[in-house]
Structure formats: structure tokens, C-alpha cells
DNA sequence: AGAAAGATCTTCT
DNA sequence: GAAGATCTTTCTA
């Protein structure tokens, strides 16, 4: 929990820009204790994140699988830093971040965050208790209020952006799993989770 | 507590 | 027509 004050430090520092630029297992990793922050003229809203996954298209479990664009897919190729939001099983919606450079369909799905300020909005947004927050991927999109329309926006222009943690690592160390609800690329432990 | 089913949209076969 | 980067509710033990 923060209080006002140290989530306006939060605030100022951004990411780089170069930082999405890179192979999503990288980011993935590196994404471990950052701030995602939403901020509109509404709410503000912030997790660290705990849990994220890799996707490239190399990767049988992913959807820019072999480079293939579809309607769907195209922010993960639309350069690094574009968010983007599809949806699962017909009803939930889950967010990514799009790596590398622009042309390669690449991406990191943020899974799981701890909550950190606007608690009683995001309880609002879910009526459940505070551990179920945002301990999932379409779980947190819901708890943060996010919606579809973000997608394909990039990362640099979206209320919905990472910063830097102010204090020092969050979590004691970083484990790496295969990653979830996937059938194919369970090869790979591309599911990188603090603890 | 753990398993199963239901909700219902996009993509690929 | 089936499967899927999921979650919630309901059933069974």
C-alpha cells in the first residue's frame, strides 16, 4: 500500500523507451516488480507486477505463431511498447505489451499484480475479496477498468503505462515456469513469477 | 478442496 | 466445427 504522495514519485519514472525494445523474454523478466499504472482523468489505478509470459513467433503457443498477422493479432507486430488486448473464451479480455522492433509479432501477457493504490476502486470494479484482485490475467484487465479500447494504442501515448519501483526490489527472487492454459511450447519456461 | 460446467467470440481446420 | 494465453458458479467428496 501507498500513500498519495509516493504514488505521484511513482509516476515520473516511465520506463525508457528502448525498454520494450528487446526479446520478450527479457521483458518478461524484467517487468517483475515494476508499477503498472492506469491513469485517467477518472482513476488511478496501480499493481506491481507479479507474474508475466513470453510470446514470440517461433512459439507454437503463440498467436503471431510463424509471423502470421491477422485482424487480431496486429498489435504485437505494430512495434514495441503498443498494448495489446484480445479476448478469451468468448467473454474475458487479457493485456499485453508488444516487443521488439516494429514487423516482429512478439509480446508479454501480464498475469498476475499485486494491488497497490486505488484498492477500492478496483473492488468496485470486481466485488470479490482483496486476494482475487488481480491474481489473473483477465482478472486484473477487469480490475483495472480497462477495456478493448485500448488496443493497438501505443504504450507511449495510453493511460496505461509501467514505471519504475521507487523502493528497491519488491520481490526475494524470480522463479521461471511453463506457462498457462497453453497446449503447445510447454517446452519453454516462459512464465516468470516473483516471490 | 478439488472437479466440472457454462458463458460465448475469434481463428483455424 | 473445435479449440482457445479464462473466470465464476455449482457440484461432489
Redesign the pocket.
Known amino acids: 500500500m501507498v500513500d498519495n504522495k509516493d504514488i505521484q514519485l511513482l509516476l515520473k519514472n516511465n520506463v525508457s523507451n528502448n525498454f520494450f525494445l528487446r526479446h520478450p523474454t527479457f521483458v518478461a523478466s524484467d517487468l517483475i516488480g515494476k508499477i503498472l499504472v492506469y491513469k485517467t482523468a477518472e482513476v488511478l489505478l496501480a499493481g506491481i507486477i507479479k507474474e508475466t ?1 513470453a ?1 514470440t513467433e517461433d512459439d507454437p ?4 505463431y510463424l509471423g ?1 498477422r ?4 496486429q498489435p ?1 507486430f505494430d512495434g514495441p511498447g503498443t498494448i ?1 488486448i ?7 479480455f ?1 493485456l ?1 505489451f508488444s516487443c521488439e522492433k516494429k514487423g516482429v509479432g512478439s ?1 508479454v ?1 501480464i ?1 498476475e499484480l499485486v494491488p497497490l493504490f486505488g484498492l477500492d476502486i478496483m473492488k468496485k470494479n ?1 466485488s ?1 475479496v482483496d486476494s ?1 484482485l488481480t ?6 484487465v ?1 480490475a483495472l477498468g480497462v477495456t478493448p479500447s485500448l488496443n493497438a494504442v501505443s504504450y507511449h501515448k495510453s493511460p496505461l503505462f509501467v514505471t519504475e519501483s521507487t523502493e528497491k526490489t519488491y520481490f526475494n527472487r524470480i522463479s521461471q515456469y511453463s ?6 511450447g510447454l517446452n519453454v519456461k516462459w512464465r516468470f513469477r516473483g516471490e
Not at 61 to 64: D, L
Not at 135 to 140: E, F
Open positions: 509470459e510470446y503457443a503463440s498467436h503471431s502470421k491477422t485482424k487480431r493479432n504485437m495489446y484480445y479476448q478469451v473464451y468468448g467473454m474475458h487479457c499485453n509480446a501477457l498475469r470486481r470479490v482475487e491474481n489473473g490475467p483477465a482478472k486484473l477487469q506457462r498457462i492454459g497453453v497446449s503447445k
